[in-house]
């Protein structure tokens, strides 16, 4: 029997990379989108993925979202927040809320997710992965609010994964600079900047978050929990 996940924000950039590996890898996937409804439709009609808009600040949002997946997929295997915004601006400049914005979509939408499908994960003995950033381990200038919110998910990982053991692993995911539409905010010279400190010498691919999902999802990591895994291409170690 083919396992089900759910991945939030998956219209885009790694999203949409986690949606295309899942499915390939004979998955049964249902995803949520909020501002690219257009394209999260064509990539459901293009993988055989579901697709439901969802906001994931909203718990009634939230609710309905997995009211109407529960009903097609029944029991699922995964859960994966990855729904996420950008942000560069520096702090004194920050209006609040900007910064309750990125809380909202980044902590608050994984606790939501989280807290609906636990009780469903318990029983399939399944797996919470949440997408963080390089960003929430070491700290971004003129990204403090982003900054924060990626490492408040790498406490909610750990605390988590202790938590819900031993039926449920949670993990995360730390990606460095992965080519996605996040990345229109820094200019060529920036990127380039970034680049030439990584020891591997190339931006990372939406592809290379996926890969990593796809394994911590998988049997292959049934002694793997609370840990956080880091697809930067060694810019930081």
């Given at each position: 029997m083919p396992k089900r996940i759910i991945i939030t924000g998956g219209s885009s950039g790694i999203g949409e990379a986690l949606v295309r590996r899942f499915t390939a890898d004979g998955w049964i996937v249902a995803f949520t989108c909020l501002t690219h409804e257009k394209e999260a439709r064509a990539l459901s009609a293009e993988t055989g993925a579901l697709c439901c808009v969802c906001d994931v600040r909203d718990e009634k949002s939230?609710?309905?979202?997995?009211?109407?997946f529960m009903k097609l997929i029944h029991r699922p295997d995964?859960?994966?927040?990855?729904?996420?915004i950008a942000q560069k601006?520096?702090?004194?400049?920050?209006?609040?809320t900007e910064w309750e914005d990125m809380m909202n979509v980044h902590l608050r939408g994984a606790f939501l997710w989280s807290r609906a499908l636990l009780p469903a994960l318990r029983e399939t003995g399944g797996s919470i992965l949440n997408i963080s950033s390089i960003w929430g381990q070491t700290g971004a200038s003129c990204e403090a609010g982003y900054s924060a919110a990626k490492a408040g998910l790498?406490?909610?990982t750990k605390a988590l994964a202790k938590e819900a053991a031993p039926q449920v692993r949670v993990n995360a995911i730390a990606p460095g600079v992965i080519e996605t539409p996040m990345l229109g905010g820094y200019s060529e010279a920036e990127?380039?900047?970034l680049r030439g400190r990584i020891p591997l010498d190339r931006l990372?691919?939406?592809?290379?978050?996926?890969?990593?999902?796809?394994f911590l999802m998988s049997e292959r990591a049934s002694y793997i929990t609370?840990?956080?895994?880091?697809v930067n291409g060694g810019l930081y170690c």
């Open positions: 939230v609710g309905d979202a997995l009211g109407y995964g859960l994966i927040n990855n729904a996420g601006r520096v702090l004194e400049e920050m209006p609040l790498i406490g909610l990127l380039e900047e990372g691919k939406p592809g290379d978050v996926a890969d990593a999902a796809a609370g840990q956080v895994l880091a």
